[in-house]
């Protein structure tokens, strides 16, 4: 396939370059590559080539910089191909990590913290704000607000959260508790019940209050309040031909209630 591309240094065209002279984007949002499909990528690219080009840029020192491909240029490299097709852009700096963000997102590549750190770098890093962040992405600003929140907590939960499959609702449920050991403690509570994203909520919601389920006894303190309901209880009698009686005794200690009710 490789035999298909000349080698020529033509912007915005296919062209072939060394491997050895792509540098990475420093930009990069994906952290993780899972080395067995780089190896199943790899022994296709062996059979078949490289189908689509990766695409590259030249930065200030003139070397060519990587934008979108990353996978096909390791793969690549793991193959042993000595060149590989590329589009070289005129790009800026900024444009390039946004280029490289898009890429990943619209693959799906990058899971939900990585999406995470990679708008919260892209905004910091490049001195752009959410608003003009969103435009560029064609996505809602709050989802952008939303997926920088989970930047929050810290790696180890992050990886914990990830290496057990809870998702990104369960990632954003846990973000209400703001102390890292007491939300580290959640976590692993959620880990061991298996608790539902419903269930994460609702468990979360007994971590913030400090409480446990537990029943709830009405307690009286006006002794009144009973009297009331005897007297009551003994008037109604009396009104249908019972000829209850009450006696009432107190003291320093207690109050006494006798009600006597004739068994004829």
Known sequence: MASLFQKEKTI???VLL?????????AQPRTSFDPAALT????????NGVLQPITVRRNRKGHYELIAGERRLRASQIA???????????TEEKDSAILAL?????RQDLNFFEQAAAFSAVI??????QEEAAERLSMAQSTIANKIRLTRIPL??????????????????????????????????IIRRKYNVSQTEKYIETVLEGRTKKMRVPVVKD?????NTINKALAVMKSAGIPAEAEKKEDSSCIEYIVRIPKG
Do not use: Y
């Not at 042993?80 to 005129?90: H, K, N, T, V």
């Not at 898009?102 to 619209?106: I, S, T, V, W, Y």
């Not at 998702?167 to 209400?176: D, F, G, K, P, S």
């Open 12 to 14: 915005n065209r296919v």
């Open 18 to 26: 060394n491997v050895s002279e792509i540098e990475p984007n420093p």
């Open 40 to 47: 199943s990528l790899a022994e296709s690219i062996r059979c």
């Open 80 to 90: 042993g191909l000595p060149q590989i097709p590329a589009i070289i852009m005129e």
């Open 102 to 106: 898009l890429e990943n997102l619209q």
């Open 124 to 129: 910091v890093e490049w001195n752009i704000t």
């Open 156 to 189: 180890e939960q992050q990886a914990r959260i990830l290496e057990s499959g809870l998702t990104e609702r369960h990632a954003r449920a846990l973000l209400r508790i703001k102390d890292d050991k007491k939300r580290g403690e959640a976590i692993e509570e």
């Open 223 to 227: 002794v009144r309040i009973f009297m």
